[in-house]
């Protein structure tokens, strides 16, 4: 595998491929991020991951230093996948060019838009600027972060004429991965692997029930956060397609977004 530091590096390296897989990443590879670079090995000749943790996208500064970091046992692990191409950037690199700023509009201002000021448009940011820099073929993104894949598909599918490829959650004891989970103690596991059991039996309730409309979330969030003593920042039926509200007319996904132990858990259902 070749690391990779630099844009100009990078350039060197890959400009002559044409079919190339990208997995953007912020690291703590776990087996979510490996579904995504084993559908990218079936797809593409070639598979380039990244690693960054992009300073643009945390809202707070404090979430940004406690965000887990381990270089060496991802590294690693990406030799032991055969990954062809790892590009650990600087910060300074990735945003030493001039590149279009992305504004949200005020239908996109819903569940994580709505909590984390300015998140988006970071993730949005550093996503332009690595496109532009690695121009793949192909890019793999997870459902997990489902608004985010949302949000990247409208924004940035067109401009870079690129396969965005939706790979479904990966999930351990009903829990999504996530490198956050890093964060967790053992008992917070235990409650987050109950809320998401839970949470996944809600849904199925859901479409056994003849009017979704009357189905009632705000009972189930105020039981769940008195249960388990956390604080639900949303939790919400959308549409799969279009992220509008009780929109019971295609197919639809229960969101949520939690805090426990001062950790912040997303996933859809
Ligand atoms: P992250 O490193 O958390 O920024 O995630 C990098 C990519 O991996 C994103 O496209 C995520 O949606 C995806 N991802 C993270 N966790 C999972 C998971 N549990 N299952 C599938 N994909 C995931």
Request: hydrophobic share 35%; glycine share 2%; with cysteine.
């Amino acid at each position: 595998m070749k690391i990779i530091t630099s844009i100009f590096d990078l350039n060197k390296e890959i400009k002559n491929y044409k079919n190339i897989g990208f997995v953007p990443t912020m690291g703590g590879i776990h087996e979510g991020h490996k579904s995504l670079i084993k559908a990218s090995q079936n797809k593409n000749k070639k598979t380039i991951v990244s690693i960054f943790v992009n300073p643009t996208q945390f809202n707070k500064k404090n979430d940004f230093k406690k965000y887990p970091r381990n270089i060496q046992r991802d590294i690693a692990i990406l030799k032991k996948l055969k990954v062809e191409y790892l590009f650990t950037p600087s910060a300074k690199d990735i945003y030493q060019f001039k590149a279009k700023k992305f504004n949200l509009q005020k239908k996109d201002k819903i569940l994580c838009a709505k909590y984390r000021i300015g998140h988006f448009e970071g993730v949005l940011n550093v996503m332009n600027r690595l496109m532009t820099i690695i121009k793949s073929k192909d890019l793999y993104m997870g459902e997990k972060d489902y608004q985010q894949l949302n949000l990247v598909k409208r924004f940035l599918s067109k401009k870079f004429k690129v396969r965005i490829n939706s790979c479904p959650t990966i999930r351990i004891n009903n829990i999504a991965l996530s490198t956050r989970n890093k964060l967790l103690n053992k008992r917070s596991i235990k409650k987050a692997s109950e809320i998401a059991f839970f949470l996944k039996e809600i849904k199925h309730k859901s479409k056994l029930q003849a009017s979704k409309i009357a189905f009632n979330l705000q009972y189930y969030k105020e039981k769940l956060e008195k249960k388990y003593n956390i604080k639900i920042d949303y939790l919400e039926f959308r549409d799969e397609k279009n992220l509008k509200l009780n929109n019971f007319k295609s197919k639809y996904r229960l969101f949520v977004a939690y805090n426990i132990d001062n950790v912040r858990l997303i996933d859809n259902y």
